[in-house]
């Protein structure tokens, strides 16, 4: 069973930093892509970033380019993303989730397997 959970959510002032952190449990980590989405109150869950198999790509929604940054560590089965510029509107529910061994592939919901639990992010104005 592979189990996924997110830290390093909180309260932020706007212009402010985060860094937040997904452990995945399982031998097969490497294999997979990985990404970040969000889901405000009353909105529906978006991608925010997403990374290869091999961290060689990387991709982001164009509302946090230039901002936020997806990284992975294979050898610690472990996929951050760190957030600067922070913004009111990036306040949400950050998940973390793998996407399924399939061709084609894109960054959509339906393109992902596993999802953690969440973890909350605040910006303040």
């Known amino acids: 069973q592979v189990q996924l959970v997110e830290s390093g959510g909180g309260l932020v002032q706007a212009g402010g930093s985060l860094r937040l952190s997904c452990a995945v449990s399982?031998?097969?980590?490497?294999?997979?892509?990985m990404g970040w989405f969000r889901q405000a109150p009353g909105k529906e869950r978006e991608f925010v970033a997403g990374i290869s198999w091999s961290g060689a790509d990387t991709f982001s929604a164009d509302s946090v380019k230039g901002r936020f940054t997806i990284s992975r560590d294979n050898a610690k089965n472990t996929v951050s993303l760190q957030m600067n510029s922070l913004k009111p509107e990036d306040t949400a529910v950050y998940y973390c989730a793998r996407r399924k061994l399939r061709y084609p592939s894109a960054w959509t919901v339906d393109d992902m397997d596993y999802w953690g639990k969440g973890t909350l992010v605040t910006v303040s104005s």
């Open positions: 399982g031998r097969t980590f490497s294999s997979y892509a």
